[in-house]
């Protein structure tokens, strides 16, 4: 048997996390679960179809309590570029690569949904 040598350069955290994916300002937004994180991207499935080099908004949420503090509502609100797609029987496995991201804390989501919006950013 060979071993087959890890190609990616981070380490692969195995985390849960709901992300929230957008196409376009103001466009309606996917919802998936991260599969793992490392520190410039993710892995999540979505239901819908994506293009390889396609790049979206998205906001991860990080659960209360991950970094200690039980009531702080910490999420990633990041621009991405989608750099695998893995076509599934029902869904679509999507490789991101985060090219940019702010930390938002104790954010509301009528915050959220207008920070998603706003084309400035």
Known sequence: MVASRERRKRKRIALHWPVRLYRDHGSYSIDSTTENLTSNGFYCVSREPFQLGERLHCIIVVPAG?????????????????????NQSDSFGLGCYIEDYELLMNSRPEILRALA?????
């Open 66 to 86: 991950a970094f200690g503090y039980s009531e702080a509502r910490v999420q990633l609100q990041c621009r991405v570029q989608v750099m695998r797609v893995e």
């Open 117 to 121: 919006a706003d084309p400035r950013s």
